[in-house]
DNA sequence: GTCAATAAAAATATCGATATTTTTGGAAAA
DNA sequence: TTTTCCAAAAATATCGATATTTTTATTGAC
């Protein structure tokens, strides 16, 4: 089945500038290039991007909706700001939705199913390799593990399960990318996918969902750590 | 601490002519008003609501994120279709979020928590006996459910749990107002609203979540029923 | 009659200009 | 110094016009 790779599967070409503002507003704010609580003025972003203003507002409103930006009354709009509580909130969401979407998931999937898991996990893993020997492309991995996972919950029957787990996963990667920098590399993230590629590949539900709690938490505290201490300084 | 009441308690003013369409649509939309399915086309809509094109086409994009209308490349853009597999999913996805927020927010509710719940109740029981007796104001039923259900999960702790509960929760009202007419009334929703009322109250959150649940399924299957009938014959 | 090509009509997307509102930066008053 | 008021500047929201694309209708070929 894993009728969930459709859905986003091969993107398809942008029709408008309107599409074209989203996709590379939402990257800026989703990477960290434009700042959390940063105010985004409409003349700022239409030098940026070379687009006019009304494509730029419709995408602002899209993204509204997406919760990466705050739009307000008659004075314009700002990323959202971050911190250590929302952090924890959208983990512990993420993980309800993840391991609920996994469960099903890996219940249903197919031979289809587990063929892309398979290549999803080798192009990660292979990132990874290069990475831990100092070549460090950061936004291809965090492309990868996003494709990774995709992969794991892609035969989950639930469109909504499935909607809803990517918009969290997209704001905990917001996350994980403001902190990367900064944190240590204490865990063993290539490990941690190893088990869940195993355990999916397996069918063993409890395991593969065991994991990927710890694997969530374990990216939460990460965060939530490094961002304690900057709002401890900084605030 | 009930601090999610703030979040959408006292609606903000409307400050601009944007957010004036994104109400009118988005009511519209779940009220089935605007039917499932329909075009959108801006012309139509300019001359319904008396608005400008900009701030419809700025509604209808933070809509789609909503996912409550479609937006389709050069052509425009839609009312999202309904289905009985979509109802079935919508019902299962927000059982599971309401469930979550349910048990936090019984379990952190403090006075002021039990005081709005106690009001947003007898609101809810005072218009059922009024239908019970023949007047129908459906609408107001549905503000006052829709109260109801925002009261009882208001001290939930988690922001994030409490949007995509809400989304989902309106996704599924969509639902609930596209088949009441057909719907024959044999389920007795007030007295499920009162058990739900008095678990809460006592604070027994497996009652309470016991109860949402068959609440919950209930009014998907009643749905579900509803819009399976209608496929086979219409389509 | 069906199909393909094409012209006309309709609808969408986007720009540039303008009205409105908020913010800023003093100057005057307390 | 702090506050209050006001005008100038900046920014937002929205309109009306236009370019582009899609849809519809029509015509001619097979």
Redesign the interface.
């Given at each position: 089945m894993a009728s969930n790779v459709v859905e986003i599967g091969a993107e398809?070409p942008?029709?408008?500038n309107?599409?074209r503002a989203y996709r590379l507003l939402r990257n800026d704010i989703i990477s960290g290039d434009l700042a959390p609580g940063l105010k985004l003025k409409i003349e700022m972003l239409r030098q940026r991007y070379g687009l006019g203003a009304?494509p730029i507002?419709?995408?602002l409103?899209?993204?509204?909706?997406?919760?990466l930006v705050r739009l307000e009354?008659?004075r314009g709009c700002e990323v959202v700001a971050m911190s250590a509580a929302?952090a924890r909130?959208?983990g512990?969401?993420r993980k309800?939705l993840e391991i609920?979407a996994l469960r099903d998931s890996i219940t249903r999937g197919d031979e289809m199913w587990e063929t892309n898991v398979i290549t999803a996990f080798h192009r990660l893993e292979s990132i990874e390799r290069q990475i831990n020997q100092g070549i460090d492309d950061l936004s291809e991995w965090e492309r990868r593990n996003k494709a990774f996972h995709v992969a794991l919950v892609a035969a989950c029957n639930?469109?909504?399960?499935f909607?809803?787990r990517r918009q969290?996963f997209d704001?905990h990667e917001r996350y994980r990318r403001l902190s990367r920098v900064k944190t240590v590399r204490t865990r063993d993230i290539s490990q941690e996918h190893r088990d869940l590629f195993q355990a999916a590949i397996d069918r063993d539900v409890d395991r593969a969902t065991a994991v990927m709690e710890t694997h969530i938490q374990g990216t939460t505290d990460a965060v939530t750590a490094a961002l304690a201490a900057r709002e401890k300084t900084g605030e």
């Open positions: 398809s942008e029709r408008t309107s599409e009304a507002r419709e995408a409103a899209r993204l509204s909706s997406d919760h009354g008659q929302d909130d959208v512990h969401v309800m609920e639930s469109p909504w399960l909607r809803l969290v704001q």
